[in-house]
C-alpha cells in the first residue's frame, strides 16, 4: 500500500549499540522528517531533509545520525545508543515547504536498556 | 509559529458534533491555523488547516474567527474512534527547521 512505513515497530537494544530505524515513503514527498515523542516533553524535531542528500538539523540531534541516498528513504541511526534515547520515533513525510501538512508513520517504539 | 491555547480535555456524546477551541491571539497575517490529532499509540494524523476563510473537508470543519486570534475544530459527527488528542498549531512554516511544534493539545473523549 502506499504510504509511509517504519521498522522495526518495536527495538530493545542495550546502551551503546548502534541502531538503525527505517523509514519508507512511497509518495515521492521531496521533505522528510525525524520526531521523537516522549512524556512531559510532545513531540521534538531531530533532523529533517528537503530533498535527497540534503538533511539538517532539528531541534535535538545529538546522538543521532541521518542520510537520505534516496528520495523514498531517510533512516534514522543512533551511532551509541543512550537510556535517555528511549522513546517513541515517528517519521513524517511533506510535499512542499513552508506549509504544515505533514503525513506520520506509525512509529517505532525504542527501548534502550 | 504563534502560541496557541488549547483545553486540556473535553468530553462529547458519540454522534454529536465536538467543538474543539483554540486560541492563537498572536497569530501573525500569513500564519496558517493547522489540527492533528493522535490516536493512542498512532502517529499524528493531519485533519485540515485554514488561513482566513472557514475550511471544511471530509473529517471536520474549521471556522475561524475574523480577527483570526480563536478558531474553532467541528467534527460533525463524533464517533468512539475519533477519541484522541487534537493539537492546534499555528504557522506559516518556511525558513530553518520545517518541523511542527506541538503543543498539549485536547484530550477529546467520546462516550458512548
Known amino acids: 500500500d502506499a504510504g509511509i512505513t517504519q521498522s522495526p515497530r518495536y527495538k530493545i537494544t542495550e546502551t551503546g549499540r548502534q541502531v538503525t530505524l527505517m523509514c519508507h515513503q512511497t509518495w515521492s514527498h521531496s521533505y522528510m522528517f525525524w520526531y521523537r515523542q516522549d512524556l512531559g516533553h510532545g513531540l521534538r524535531l531531530i533532523y529533517y531533509?528537503?530533498?535527497?542528500?540534503?538533511?539538517d538539523k532539528g531541534e535535538v540531534p545529538d546522538g543521532y545520525v541521518v542520510s537520505r541516498s534516496k528520495t523514498e528513504n531517510f533512516p534514522l541511526t543512533l551511532e551509541s545508543a543512550t537510556r535517555s534515547q528511549t522513546s517513541v520515533y515517528f517519521c513524517?513525510?511533506?510535499?512542499?515547504?513552508?506549509?504544515?501538512?505533514?503525513?506520520f508513520g506509525p512509529g517505532t517504539r525504542l527501548t534502550v536498556t | 509559529d504563534a502560541k496557541t491555547t488549547q483545553p486540556p480535555s473535553m468530553d462529547c456524546a458519540e454522534g454529536r458534533a465536538a467543538n474543539l477551541p483554540c486560541n492563537h491571539s498572536?497569530?501573525?497575517?500569513?500564519?496558517?491555523v493547522y489540527w492533528y490529532r493522535q490516536i493512542h499509540s498512532q502517529g499524528p494524523q493531519y485533519i485540515i488547516h485554514g488561513l482566513k476563510n472557514n475550511e471544511t473537508n471530509e473529517m471536520a470543519s474549521l471556522i475561524i474567527t475574523e480577527d483570526r486570534k480563536s478558531s474553532t475544530l467541528i467534527l460533525p459527527h463524533a464517533t468512539l474512534r475519533d477519541t484522541a488528542v487534537y493539537y492546534c498549531?499555528?504557522?506559516?512554516?518556511?525558513?530553518?527547521?520545517?518541523?511542527?511544534?506541538f503543543g498539549k493539545g485536547t484530550h477529546l473523549i467520546i462516550q458512548p
Open positions: 531533509s528537503a530533498a535527497a542528500d540534503i538533511t
Open positions: 498572536t497569530i501573525s497575517g500569513n500564519e496558517y
Open positions: 498549531i499555528a504557522g506559516r512554516g518556511g525558513g530553518g527547521a520545517d518541523g511542527l511544534t
Open positions: 513524517a513525510s511533506s510535499e512542499m515547504r513552508g506549509i504544515y501538512e505533514q503525513y
